[in-house]
Each structure stands twice: as C-alpha cells, then as structure tokens.
C-alpha cells in the first residue's frame, strides 16, 4: 500500500466516536469545578469549628460592649481571653483584667433569650463577632479572698489591707469611688470594679445582695491579656505594679 493510501487509511475517521474512557474523562473533567466549589464551603466549616474549639479551650475573642472599662478598654475593642491563665492551680491577681459569668453575684435573673437566638449569639460571641452574653462582664480584680477592701482614706484613694492603691489606671477625673465601703472578701472570692468608675456597675453595686457584691473565681472564664481590635489600639494588658506592695491578708482575727 502506497503511503497516500496508508494516510487515507489512519486519517479516515478524523471525530472518532467518543468511547466509554472518553466519556469518563470528560465526566471527571466536569467534576473538578465542582468539587473546587464545594472546597471553600469544607474549608470554611473547618475553620469555624477549630476557632469555636480554640475559643471554647483556649483563648476567646470578647467585644467590649460598654464604657465601664475606659480608658483602658474602650467600646468596641476586642480583647483575647486566656482561659489558660488559671487553669493549672493559678488564681487571678489584684490589678487582672478578667472576663466572667455574672450568674448568682451580678445576675439573679435568669436571661430570657430565646435559645435559638441565644446559639447564634453565642457562636458569634465566641468569635468576637457579637455582643457577648447579658450576663458576661470585664472588670478588674482589685480585692482577692482574705483581703479586706475600704474606700476610703483621708485623701480618697482605695485600701487593701490597709494599704492605699494608686490606681494610675482610673478614666482621667474620676474618683476612685462615690460610694464608701468596707468589706472582707471571702476565700474563693473576688471584688472587682471597673477602671471608669463613674459608669461602672460593679462590686459596689451589689453590697447588699447576696455574695455582698463578690464573684465566684469559679465563674471567671479568662483573663483579659491583648487588645487585638481594632489595628491602632493592639497593645498587651500588664498587671499594673500598683498592687506590689499590698500585704498580706491578715486573716479573720488580724
């Protein structure tokens, strides 16, 4: 056979019918946009369960919803809560930042959310995304168990332990407290307030309600330690030196 014959021969069907491997190859080739679509939704499922873990575990963002805290926090920051911080052995310090359930010493109301809404609010908050919990509060710890807290002294500043505290902290003007007091935390306790105390409700504002005002340290769920939002305020939450040299409690017959 001459070689136009042989080319005629290999070229006479130049669209072959598609067999079963084509068709396979053609189905997998359609199938790949699919699956790259179906990709950032995995992804995006992924990453919303590892931060909900990670928040649920280990550090949760927490968006800073009042004035109470100012100029330290301010309305719209959002602070990350160690969970660790106590979480083997270790209790909060005098001058911590931290984050907890009011439930029993600030709230004796049970929220009225609806639960739907309050699982949804709740992711949201866990991701620093929504307004945390009725019943969460940021304060700092200015008293721990033993301490005996009083307000205040001829030139009006906090004691503790007899000892006055300067709060370099407090919103310019304001005084370290309105309201007078004199109160022994018991074991197991803190009294807490906020560093703007003319629109704080804190400790003070619950002397005479059960637990006279103090907070669980089981029902503390972090400590504040980063301003993480927004860019310009990105900053870590030392614990001031104003408690460093605050004795000692005396215990109850000191």
């Not at 190859?25 to 950032?40: I, M, W």
């Not at 719209?76 to 310090?93: S, T």
């Not at 907070?215 to 330690?225: Q, S």
Request: one cysteine or more.
């Amino acid at each position: 056979m001459d070689n136009d014959a042989q080319l005629s021969e290999r070229d006479r069907s130049p669209a072959p019918d598609k067999g079963p491997e084509q068709r396979s190859r053609s189905a997998r080739f359609l199938a790949g946009p699919a699956r790259l679509r179906q990709r950032p939704a995995t992804l995006l499922v992924l990453c919303a369960a590892f931060l909900l873990l990670l928040s649920a575990f280990v550090a949760q963002p927490f968006l800073i919803p009042s004035s109470s805290m100012e100029n330290t926090l301010r309305i719209g920051d959002r602070v990350l809560v160690n969970k660790l911080a106590y979480g083997f052995g270790g209790d909060p310090r005098r001058g911590d930042v931290v984050v907890f359930d009011g439930t029993g010493s600030f709230v004796h109301r049970e929220p009225g959310e609806n639960p739907v809404t309050a699982l949804l609010r709740g992711a949201g908050a866990a991701l620093g995304l929504a307004r945390p919990a009725e019943t969460d509060y940021v304060k700092r710890v200015i008293g721990v168990g033993g301490d005996r807290v009083t307000c205040c002294d001829k030139r009006g500043r906090i004691e503790v332990n007899g000892e006055p505290v300067a709060e370099g902290y407090l919103y310019p003007g304001n005084a370290p407290s309105s309201v007078e007091f004199d109160i022994e935390v018991p074991e197991g306790k803190l009294w807490v307030m906020g560093d703007h105390r003319a629109r704080s409700r804190d400790s003070r504002d619950h002397l005479g309600e059960a637990g006279g005002g103090t907070v669980p340290v089981d029902k503390v769920i972090g400590r504040a330690d980063w301003i993480t939002w927004p860019v310009g305020r990105w900053t870590t939450l030392d614990r001031p030196r104003a408690f460093d040299d605050i004795p000692a409690p005396a215990g109850p017959h000191g």
